[in-house]
């Protein structure tokens, strides 16, 4: 009685303390596994990743991917500061690589704004404004901390509430090696937890903002996701595989536009 007493204390303790708001939908997540490990984790694996990987050599969209995420990076940062919340993201430090490999219709975000983009996805997004619905919704992701929020649960089942308590205060390496386990090493991109699809949804959501805030016309967003559905098949983009269906994420952002539109400016 007693042991079950303490567990539901400290489970109780680590939800109140470990808890923060996602920007611009103001959900409540669980959060709490510091920053500094997660970053360093994160920074690691991406390297590691781009060293196993063959960057594109196409100058013309490098530049292209690198401009469209600095720019939607950057409405991100403003965002953050206009509502108090930059110091969340002060040790953010973005990167934005394009992957050569046509077969795979994919991006990725790693925590503290590690994003990279495989040519494959470019035929779906056409143009700057097809990217940046990418990189909006990848960007969200990383401001959101959904890579930290799915650490934070993937511990919490792993080591259960005393158990994390003691990992996360005495036992940096085991929370280390625990947080290696989470993100999956071996998969074929690198050590990345996928993101449950309310973290797509969301993600969509902030992207729409984030995007129309840096100039970019978030009604390219439906039309996008039209592309990404057809050249789905029968065997659907990885990019799809583990988000929500297509359909789907066009209902919800049609609801989203009308929110999304007020921040856009010719």
Known sequence: MLKSKFFISTLAIILFIGCSTVPITGRRQLSFVPQSQLFTLSQDSYHQLLSESKLSNDAGKKEMVVKVGKSI??????FMRENDMEEEIKNYEWEFNLIEDDKTVNAFCMPGGKIAVYTGILPATQDETGLAVVLGHEVA???ANHGGERM????LVQLGATGLSVALSQ???QTQQILLQAYGAGTN???ILPYSRSHELEADHIGLILMARAGYNPREAIPFWQRMSKMGGERPPEFLSTHPEPERRIEDIKKELPEAMKYYKK
């Not at 990076?73 to 403003?78: D, F, L, V």
């Not at 934070?152 to 511990?155: D, K």
């Open 73 to 78: 990076a950057q409405s991100a940062e403003q």
């Open 141 to 143: 992701h990383a401001i």
């Open 152 to 155: 934070s649960q993937q511990l």
């Open 171 to 173: 036992q940096p390496a």
């Open 189 to 191: 991109i690198g050590f």
